[in-house]
């Protein structure tokens, strides 16, 4: 089984719709973030949490919103889809100290029409 | 402001050869540095990091090297083989978890 996991890995929506992307991991990692690919950009930083209680915003949170359940849960939520927030998007993990290395999940292809 | 850059978003390299990929980044804050590399509909993937007391970074036939005063890492791949083939990504910290990433070269090995 896969140590980080995202569902759902594709959706569309129409604009002005809610939606949430759900991300889960097996690793034990109390460090979690959400990064959003776009085509020549490389990988931006929306969100980031150090633990259940810590929530920060990243370089591009406008439009965004977190929850961090648990250790093991992080969603993230458009509250009202725009077009250019077509993206794929991705969930990731690292320890809680001594490394920078974060483990990302498969991704979510969201396309907003 | 791009502070990690990845100017060539392509290379083509022969089976055998040497790839080369490069970064730049403008923080001279950043003293961690990574490589992830990224298959068609995957996450990306750990593959090699350089903390910024050394110069070079030897993992099988992946090597980081590090230039400070130049501010620019390189990933070297010897030999290069057809599953090398992928988008590679630098990225940088400073003091923190918080990766800022480059826009990704894309790696093609043709046989």
């Known amino acids: 089984d896969a140590d980080v996991t995202q569902t759902p890995r594709n959706r569309i929506t129409k604009t002005g719709k809610r939606i949430m992307l759900e991300c889960s991991q097996t690793?034990?990692?109390?460090?979690m973030y959400w990064y959003r690919q776009d085509p020549g950009l490389g990988l931006r930083l929306i969100y980031y949490?150090?633990?259940?209680?810590?929530?920060n915003k990243g370089e591009i949170s406008d439009g965004y919103s977190v929850s961090r359940q648990a250790q093991a849960k992080f969603s993230l939520s458009l509250e009202s889809a725009i077009p250019n927030q077509t993206a794929l998007y991705f969930c990731a993990t690292s320890a809680s100290r001594g490394t920078d290395t974060q483990y990302f999940g498969p991704g979510t292809r969201l396309t907003v029409l | 402001d791009q502070q990690v850059k990845q100017n060539s978003p392509s290379l083509s390299v022969q089976e055998g050869r040497i790839s080369i990929l490069n970064c730049d980044y403008t923080n001279s804050m950043f003293d961690y540095f990574l490589w992830y590399k990224k298959y068609p509909a995957e996450g990306p993937t750990f593959l090699i990091s350089?903390?910024?007391?050394?110069d070079k970074n030897e993992d099988g036939r992946f090597t980081v090297f590090l230039n400070k005063s130049a501010k620019h890492l390189s990933l070297h791949i010897v030999p290069s083989q057809p599953g090398d083939s992928a988008v590679y990504f630098c990225?940088?910290?400073?003091?923190?978890?918080?990766?800022?990433f480059g826009t990704g070269t894309r790696l093609q090995v043709f046989p």
């Open positions: 350089i903390s910024s007391i050394k």
């Open positions: 949490s150090f633990d259940v209680k810590d929530i």
């Open positions: 990225a940088a910290s400073a003091h923190t978890d918080k990766l800022i």
């Open positions: 690793k034990g990692h109390d460090r």
